[in-house]
């Protein structure tokens, strides 16, 4: 190997991995496909060969006759169905009028957007390719913040609270010096300007708020679970990796809830939200509210369901989180002891460098499992009331169930469509700049 | 004397004020989880009455313990009723845990050992191939002549354009795409993976979650399993090969024995996810063969939810898991970091 190294001739390809190949035999050379056959076929027909199926499904209606079943072709009717029928209220919630605050926040989103894409053109890393992949993006990102704008309730307060503190957070992270920056600011002033403008105008016309479907509970559900799990997650990796007594205990104690089933977690949540015979009953009847039934209120409803995910998933996070954390050089932070640094200093300039490559991992397979919620709304509220906890998932089973197997086959591709973009968005560009950053 | 309480001698152990809060945030959050699991466990003994005065939180206090719900559930229900499904969720769980681990780590090793170089045209190909069958079978032509011409049809074209072009994949490419599969919602395959084991006459049976699970958590086994491997030296390998040993000798005596605290851990979360799974037993289980999760939905009946009966089929469906967590607990944070750190 040494040899063959110093034998490369610069400028071509030089053998990178080592293959540890000394072909002997037919035996040994069968290895390398038998080897890894199993799992490609079996991944090809459980996972590739149904999701073509689906496609095709998706563009038929399903019918069971007697001794099978029948498909026939219908084009586009599905989705035309799921976006512009009769179940668009479902999938998309019903609209509101927009207020010329929203469309101030919109006009700020595509104007970021522009801006961000003026300088992607201006740029030496501009490329066909890119450009058409981006313009995709621009579109799909604003219609579903179209969508949002138009169908959130007032509940979306808890996401906006979220996304300001993502914001934020982001912002911390970008500027090395100063803490703020002007794209940034513009873009947080608008969304609490429409915050505010939308507290007003539920109080003064309650009948003109929107209500949101089943996509966009989807995504309320991804990130103010994604989000509330990673800082939670975060926070309780700093604690433990102080040198406390009885770290060990903790670290055990906070895996649990991943454990545990999510039927199971649904069951609980649903014991610890009941006012009445709950064990936090004593403070609801305090309060006034004996007789409020949190999973009857859309808002509150959804506020439990991602209290419940969280829950659940915060173990992921701070797990890994934590690993991170402890792998960071003990020696620097003691140099940087030395010299009088504090603990934000610390954590801003030393700890958080470390662990953004991880954070970036973390929260994408969050962000990625989060799309696929069912069994704990399913169980803590059966998706209701009305559709207000509704996921996208469950809107597909419950397609299945009733025998809409082309619908639900549609909507299982939407809810794909989604959750790679959300996911193709974060990768490049949110988690490789982050990691630029970091470089 | 402030001062000593907000500075400390040693600068990895922090001060007296710090550590107080600490120790007020850490126990908060453990109070949050563990909270909810000790109202489960009181919860099981309480009688129906107990539940619905109001809440009680402290057994032979507020309340006196009794085994009425267990003995409803296990006894009075007929021995089946929770028998029956606790056995499948073990069997299935364990089976299919196995079946991801085998097929995992064998690929694993097979992508941390071997260069693959899949040539892009005769996959998309393929993908036109089973495309073309599946439309054609939607068309009315049965199902065994289609894939027949399929394959036909794919050789031809692979012997003759496929040759042609060079692009290839690599090994991060063959991962990448068997770990992205944890990105499709099940609902997205469920339906089609329904009508194949209809057609199979496989559906209602223990073999059909067993394909289903192991299919599904076969990524996440590749996924830590793979850079386990790669960790491992290659020297230890070429040495015994070199004493004549072959791969399937050198997998089965040397790489997996040094692995043992992966397959461990690995084995664990993979068992985990497939003993709480319940989209897919929802679509592909009958009554025989029903799992936990199943029949501890079951439960939200039309009467209102029988806390107490749920409370004790949560209890038994989560305590095997939990005691497992708490004794390997090493070995599944070590497992999930393997995969998430370098992923």
Redesign the interface.
């Known amino acids: 190997m040494e040899l063959e190294n110093q034998l490369a001739i610069p400028g071509q390809p030089t053998k990178k991995?080592?293959?540890?190949?000394?072909p002997?035999?037919w035996?040994?050379n069968s290895?390398?496909y038998?080897?890894?056959a199993?799992?490609?076929l079996?991944?090809l027909?459980?996972?590739?060969?149904?999701?073509?199926?689906?496609l095709?499904?998706s563009f038929?209606r399903f019918k069971f006759v007697r001794g099978g079943?029948e498909?026939t072709?219908i084009g586009f009717a599905n989705y035309n169905k799921l976006f512009f029928g009769s179940e668009q209220r479902h999938l998309l919630g019903k609209f509101a009028p927009l207020t010329p605050l929203d469309m101030l926040v919109m006009a700020l989103a595509i104007g970021g957007m522009v801006y961000l894409m003026y300088r992607y053109v201006r740029s030496d890393r501009f490329r066909i390719f890119g450009f058409i992949m981006r313009i995709v993006a621009m579109i799909f990102a604003g219609a579903l913040l179209l969508m949002l704008l138009a169908s959130l309730t007032l509940a979306g307060w808890i996401l906006w609270v979220l996304c300001i503190a993502i914001l934020f957070y982001a912002l911390f992270l970008y500027t090395k010096t100063a803490y703020y920056h002007p794209l940034g600011v513009i873009v947080g002033a608008g969304i609490i300007i429409w915050l505010s403008a939308r507290l007003q105008s539920v109080l003064i016309l309650p009948n003109a708020i929107g209500l949101p479907g089943t996509l966009s509970v989807t995504l309320m559900f991804v990130l103010g679970g994604v989000a509330l799990q990673y800082f939670?997650g975060l926070?309780?990796g700093l604690?433990?990796t102080?040198?406390?007594p009885g770290k060990r205990f903790?670290?055990?104690?906070?895996?649990?809830?991943?454990?545990?089933?999510?039927?199971?977690i649904?069951?609980?949540?649903?014991?610890?939200t009941d006012t009445?015979?709950?064990?936090?009953?004593?403070v609801w009847i305090a309060a006034g509210l004996g007789d409020f039934a949190m999973l009857g209120q859309g808002d509150t409803a959804r506020l439990a369901v991602i209290i419940g995910d969280t829950?659940q998933w915060t173990p992921?996070v701070f797990?890994?989180l934590l690993?991170?954390l402890e792998g960071v050089s003990?020696e620097t932070?003691?140099a940087a002891?030395?010299d009088g640094a504090n603990r934000f200093q610390m954590f801003r300039y030393l700890i958080l460098p470390e662990i953004i490559p991880?954070s970036t991992?973390?929260i994408l397979?969050r962000l990625?499992?989060s799309?696929?919620l069912?069994?704990m709304p399913?169980?803590l509220t059966?998706g209701g009331p009305g559709t207000a906890t509704e996921t996208?998932?469950l809107q597909?089973?419950v397609g299945?169930r009733s025998g809409d197997?082309g619908g639900?086959?549609a909507?299982?591709?939407i809810?794909?469509i989604v959750?790679?973009f959300c996911?193709i968005v974060f990768v490049n560009f949110i988690r490789r700049r982050l990691l630029d950053w970091v470089k | 004397m402030i001062r000593r309480l907000l500075t400390s001698s040693n600068p990895f152990r922090p001060s007296p004020i710090w550590m107080a809060i600490s120790y007020v945030l850490l126990g908060f959050w453990a109070f949050v989880v563990l909270f909810p699991l000790y109202w489960l466990a009181v919860t099981a003994f309480k009688l129906p009455a107990d539940v619905n005065d109001g809440p009680a939180y402290i057994p032979f206090v507020d309340y006196q313990p009794v085994m009425d719900a267990w003995n409803y559930l296990l006894v009075e229900s007929g021995e089946n009723f929770v028998r029956r499904p606790y056995i499948n969720t073990i069997g299935v769980g364990i089976a299919s845990a196995l079946g991801s681990l085998v097929l995992g780590a064998a690929a694993s090793y097979a992508l941390a050992r071997f260069d693959y170089r899949p040539k892009l045209a005769l996959i998309g190909l393929f993908i036109v191939c089973v495309l073309l069958t599946v439309l054609i079978t939607g068309l009315g032509v049965p199902w065994q002549l289609s894939v027949v011409a399929a394959i036909a049809v794919y050789a031809l074209l692979a012997q003759s354009v496929g040759r042609r072009f060079s692009a290839a994949l690599g090994n991060s490419d063959i991962a990448f795409w068997l770990i992205s599969q944890r990105m499709l919602p099940p609902v997205a395959v469920i339906i089609p993976i329904y009508i194949m084991f209809q057609q199979f006459g496989l559906l209602n049976t223990h073999a059909a979650l067993v394909i289903a699970y192991t299919a599904a958590h076969l990524p996440l086994a590749v996924w830590f399993l793979r850079d386990y491997f790669q960790g491992i030296p290659i020297e230890l390998e070429e040495s015994a090969f070199i004493d004549g040993a072959n791969r399937y000798q050198v997998l089965w005596r040397i790489i997996l024995p040094l692995s043992t605290p992966g397959l461990i851990a690995t084995f664990l979360i993979v068992l985990v996810f497939a003993w709480n799974e319940y989209t897919m037993a929802l679509f592909l289980t009958g009554a025989e063969t029903q799992t936990m999760p199943l029949l501890v939905a079951a439960q939200n009946a039309t009467r209102g939810p029988q806390w107490w009966n749920i409370s004790v089929l949560v209890l038994m469906m989560i305590t095997p898991i939990v005691v497992l967590a708490v004794i390997l607990e090493r070995y599944i944070a070590r497992g999930i970091l393997v995969g998430a750190v370098k992923g």
């Open positions: 991995k080592r293959t540890s190949g000394i002997t035999s035996l040994d290895a390398r038998v080897l890894i199993p799992a490609v079996i991944v027909v459980m996972a590739i060969f149904p999701l073509l199926v689906s095709y499904l038929s079943f498909i072709f939670l926070g309780l604690l433990l102080q040198n406390l903790f670290r055990v104690v906070f895996l649990l809830p991943m454990m545990i089933t999510p039927v199971g649904g069951f609980l949540f649903k014991m610890m009445l015979k709950g064990p936090f009953s004593p829950w992921f797990i890994i690993a991170a003990k932070i003691e002891l030395v991880v991992t973390v397979i990625i499992e799309f696929k069912i069994d399913n169980i059966g996208l998932t597909a089973y299945w197997l639900s086959a909507l299982a591709y809810l794909l959750a790679t996911a």
